[in-house]
């Protein structure tokens, strides 16, 4: 189920739904998906699907897991890249072979343990991981020129907009019942919006979950 087949078509499927950043495809190519689920989910890893991480969460869909860091990557590479909602992992560790630093957040703690052994594992060592509320952003860390997320809030938190250096790409679901996949790049002028595509994705809570 993992073999190397499996994996090959996994990508074509990306490449066939318009994906076609090389360097992100190779990252997935190479990625152990199945590693980031529980062993009964395994087997299901190199499909293109969300899979149940527990706690009502899913480990994101490869497709939109591509998508969206082929969107974070589409104006010039990125140094510092803030990421909320990195439940499993999965799409932290994409993200750390393709930018400088990963800053992650979840506010789940069991998710987040979990997904440290992970990294660790695979020797990922420019990730930090924090539990804590991703919608108020990493305090201290301010200014980064990339931020994903993978919870929906109705509108963008302005703390959010406030870390996103000049010149940085926010890509995020916005909206309740009906999700849009949004792109912000912060100009010198001020904010530029671009909505890309509908999308389904867990809400942004507030608070944590110990
Ligand atoms: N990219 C992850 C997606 C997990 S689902 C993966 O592929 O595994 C989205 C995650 O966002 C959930 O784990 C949920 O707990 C988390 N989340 C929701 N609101 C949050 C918030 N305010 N701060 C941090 N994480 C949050």
Request: glycine share 8%; no cysteine.
């Amino acid at each position: 189920m993992t073999s190397q087949r499996t994996r090959e078509r996994l990508i074509q499927r990306l490449v066939d739904q318009g994906i076609s950043n090389m360097a992100v495809l190779d990252v997935i190519r190479t990625t152990p998906r199945h590693l980031f689920l529980d062993e009964a989910m395994a087997h299901r890893a190199y499909e293109d699907t969300a899979l149940p991480i527990g706690f009502n969460q899913t480990l994101s869909q490869p497709y939109i897991v591509a998508r969206m860091t082929e969107l974070l990557l589409a104006s010039g590479p990125r140094q510092r890249v803030l990421e909320i909602g990195s439940g499993s992992g999965y799409q932290t560790a994409v993200l750390a072979q393709l930018v400088g630093e990963v800053y992650a957040m979840e506010r789940i703690k069991p998710l987040l343990d979990k997904s440290r052994q992970r990294l660790r594992k695979l020797k990922l060592r420019n990730v930090q991981l924090r539990h804590a509320d991703g919608g108020l952003g990493w305090d201290g860390q301010g200014d980064f020129d990339g931020i994903l997320s993978a919870a929906s809030p109705a509108t963008i938190p302005h703390e959010l907009l406030a870390q996103l250096a000049v010149g940085g790409r926010l890509v995020m679901p916005v909206g309740e019942d009906r999700q849009q996949l949004h792109v912000v790049t912060r100009t010198d002028q001020g904010f530029e919006t671009d909505i890309v595509e509908p999308v389904r994705f867990v809400p942004l809570r507030p608070g944590t979950v110990r």
